[in-house]
């Protein structure tokens, strides 16, 4: 467990409940905050709500309601919330992801290790 690092809260967007809740208890060992949402919209809504709480957001693709095309989209849009880096997670193919602006793509399933690298890389450029 890691508990040098300063708490630095990160948003996780997928509709799938085991993941939320899997990558939710790696990072809070790992010394994170974190806040979750179902699909794009509640996660907008969470950026929204306090967007400098958020040190980086966890994006799957593919969830219904608002997919993570769209929230990128959206949040691209708003200049308050278009600098909080994304890290995409997903098991579409290199076509799907070609698609979209981020900081980082993990392709699902993905090396906690290379999640926590990800991660820690893409929250000290934001």
Known sequence: MTMSRPSKRILIV???????????????????AVACAANGREALA???????SIA???LDLMMPVM??????????????????P???MTAR???????IDADAILSKPFDVLKLMDTIERSCRKG
């Open 56 to 58: 980086l957001v966890l």
């Open 93 to 99: 193919g290199a076509t799907e992801r070609a698609g």
């Open 86 to 88: 994304i890290v995409v």
């Open 14 to 32: 997928d509709d799938d409940a085991a993941i939320r809740r899997t990558l939710s208890e790696l990072l809070e060992e790992e010394g994170y």
């Open 67 to 84: 997919d993570g095309f769209q929230f990128r989209a959206e949040q691209k849009r708003d200049p308050t919330l278009a600098a909080t």
């Open 46 to 52: 969470c950026l929204r709500d306090d967007p400098s």
